[in-house]
């Protein structure tokens, strides 16, 4: 994104700038990740709207998503597509769907903790976040996506940069969104690789600008951004990702505990949406990059951005796929020991959360029973017949 956006790009849709420590430089630490974690999280619980009014015979649906975030684009395909939509218009009553913008996962995360958001789309930390939370049960329900870390756990350089791989980051100064997927990553980088660096905590619009302008040595991000600032702007290079060494990245799609019983028919609508959107991307690429173009927050990005975004593997890993199209978690054995084990045990750690997510917050229920209702719906399959973790 030009800089000219960011001070748009990084406000909520009520205006409220949430977007961290942008400048400040500090070493990776425990108190960094838990203020990036929760700090945000805490400005989201403003940043909400209602999900309805009193008296009104319509049930909105409000949906929160990451328009700046790649792993959650499946979200684009529903929105556009208006799948909620057909879902819903054979059900009795009147039925509104609503989408709930936001930069970082953290917010949506708040906002259904809130009861602001009945469903979100989210990574891997503010998922489990969501899911630790004690205050509102809110429930795991499937995947957006998953990769062998080519969609969060990316990191790149200015042109030319003498950085020219992972031991080149050691000392360097190294912007990241502290709390997030990609914050993850860069701490977990460090001990692969036995380097230090500076991390500087800066939301990922600005981090893309300040790799275009030189001001960092390196950003670690999710996509679009990386792919924008190699492909698009030309401004940026490739160093390292999270396949050379099994780290997977996630998309999340989560869903209010209360919602989903007491609104079934509706939650179930959402999730035969997902599972069409999944069909969509699977079979048919040109539809996809149409449906996520018309996202009025993606207009700086050109659909060729799109696609490599979602679809080109990264040149320093040409063997792995970008994205894998994928909603059961059961059958994902990396995203699953990454989202119940992995990133939990992590975020205990880290002093994030206080207890571990309980085993019914992966709720997979919604899932089945939308799957076997579209099995006599469509002609096409709503099972992940093909999924691969290779």
């Known amino acids: 994104m030009n800089p000219e956006n960011n001070a748009q790009a990084k406000r909520g849709d009520n205006g409220t700038d949430y977007t961290g420590t942008d400048g400040e430089t500090t070493t990776p630490s425990r108190r960094r990740f838990l ?29 929160g998503y990451q328009p700046f975030g790649t792993p959650y684009w499946s979200e684009l395909v529903v929105k ?58 809110i429930n795991m329900i499937g995947l957006s996506g998953w990769s062998w870390g080519q969609q969060c756990n990316v990191v790149i350089t200015p042109k030319d940069s003498d950085i020219s791989g992972p031991k080149d980051l050691d000392g360097a100064d190294v912007g990241a969104t502290t709390g997030a997927c990609s914050h993850r990553f860069l701490l977990s980088l460090q001990e692969y690789e036995n380097i230090s660096v500076n ?14 302008s030189g001001e960092l040595d390196a950003g670690v991000m ?15 290079d490739w160093v390292v990702t999270g396949a ?23 939650a179930l609508a959402i999730m035969k949406a997902e599972l069409e959107a999944k069909h969509i991307m699977k079979t048919d690429p040109e539809r996809t990059i149409e449906l996520i173009n018309q996202e009025e ?48 045990a992590f975020l205990l750690e880290q002093g994030a959360i206080d207890q571990l997510p309980t085993e019914e917050r992966y709720s997979f229920g919604l899932l089945d029973e939308a799957a076997s209702a579209l099995e006599s719906e469509v002609e096409w399959s709503p099972y992940d017949d093909e999924v691969s973790a290779e």
């Not at 869903?255 to 509706?266: G, I, L, Q, V, Y």
Request: charged share 20%; proline share 7%; with cysteine.
């Open 35 to 63: 203020e990036g974690a929760v700090g945000a999280g805490a400005l989201g619980l403003l940043a909400g709207c209602s999900g309805g009014s009193a008296g009104s015979s319509t049930t909105t649906i409000t949906i």
């Open 297 to 344: 927050d993606l207009a700086d990005y050109e659909p060729a951005t799109i696609e490599a975004s979602l679809f080109e593997p990264i040149d320093i890993n040409p063997d792995t796929p970008k994205m894998q199209f994928a909603t059961d978690l059961r059958k994902i054995e990396p995203a699953r020991e990454l989202l119940e084990e992995t990133a939990p």
């Open 222 to 236: 999710w996509e679009p951004n990386p792919t924008m600032g190699v492909v698009q702007q030309d401004v940026a």
């Open 199 to 212: 991390l500087v905590d800066q939301d990922v619009n600005t981090i893309l600008a300040n790799i275009g």
């Open 244 to 266: 050379p060494y099994d780290d997977p990245d996630i998309g999340a799609l989560t869903m209010n505990d209360s919602f989903m019983t007491e609104n079934r028919e509706a």
């Open 80 to 137: 556009h597509g208006e799948l909620v939509e057909k879902y819903t218009e054979p059900l009795d009553g009147d039925y509104e769907v609503e989408w709930q913008s936001a930069l970082q996962g953290s917010v949506i995360g708040n906002r259904m903790i809130a009861g602001k958001n009945q469903a979100g789309y989210n990574g891997d930390m503010p998922t489990i976040l969501a899911l630790a939370n004690t205050d509102k049960p």
